[in-house]
């Protein structure tokens, strides 16, 4: 069975203090490892798809990179406007190419 | 402007009646999902559809129905069976048809059982 894990849970972070997200994952064959951002009250934001393990991708202050077993989602610089909740997401062989989910990582900047 | 919305924002409802959320999509998409979001959990899959007239149970499908009359719209309705219906419900969309690319969610909709 698929299974995504993230950690940590929740994470504190003094404005411009650069940290990591992680997010494991057991699958039988990756199809595509997503992470999406979401606001307290409102539906996930897409920010990342990855495929194959050594793909990087950026945007802003966000960099994501994949394994064979983990994905990070790296923040350097953060602003408070980062603050959310970060959400890692696998696709499954079965069920439509539909989403599992990890718990997710609450993420806190505070100035 | 394209997207998913979804309503009403907020839904509340007595113990033993039957609700329907709505669901519409203007990307033209094919694919449409319904997913149930708890504190502390992962989003869990309800429903999904590849294509019009057809739809699947997900993982935790008791209780609740769909149809998928139109490529557009994807509307889900909790019924009284359903035992623990206060949640925030999520629905996404996709390309479908096989293709690995990213979904899109709506912003949701907060049901509250009284």
């Known amino acids: 069975e698929d299974q995504v894990t993230q950690s940590p849970e929740a994470l504190r972070l003094q404005e411009g203090e650069s940290s990591s997200l992680n997010c494991s994952y057991t699958v039988s064959g990756l199809r595509g490892l997503f992470w999406y951002r979401q606001d307290p009250g409102k539906g996930p934001e897409f920010l990342f798809t990855l495929y194959s393990a050594g793909e990087e991708k950026e945007k802003e202050r966000l960099k994501a990179t994949l394994t064979k077993k983990e994905s990070f989602l790296h923040i350097t610089a953060p602003k408070p406007e980062d603050s959310a909740t970060y959400l890692c997401a696998v696709l499954r062989k079965d069920s439509g190419y539909a989403l599992n989910f990890g718990k997710g990582t609450s993420l806190l900047v505070t100035p | 402007d394209g997207g998913i919305t979804q309503s009403p924002k907020y839904l509340f409802r007595k113990e033993g009646q039957n609700v329907t959320l709505s669901c519409e999509q203007n990307l033209n998409h094919d694919a449409m999902y319904w997913y149930r979001q708890d504190p502390g959990q992962g989003l869990r899959l309800i429903y999904y559809s590849q294509i019009v007239n057809d739809f699947q149970k997900g993982d935790i499908a008791e209780g609740y129905s769909v149809s998928r009359e139109k490529k557009e719209s994807f509307p889900l309705t909790v019924t009284s069976a359903q035992k623990n219906p206060t949640a925030f419900y999520l629905c996404?969309?996709?390309?479908?048809?096989?293709?690995?690319?990213?979904?899109?969610f709506g912003p949701g909709t907060r049901l509250t059982v009284l």
């Open positions: 996404a969309s996709s390309i479908g048809l096989g293709k690995t690319d990213e979904q899109f």
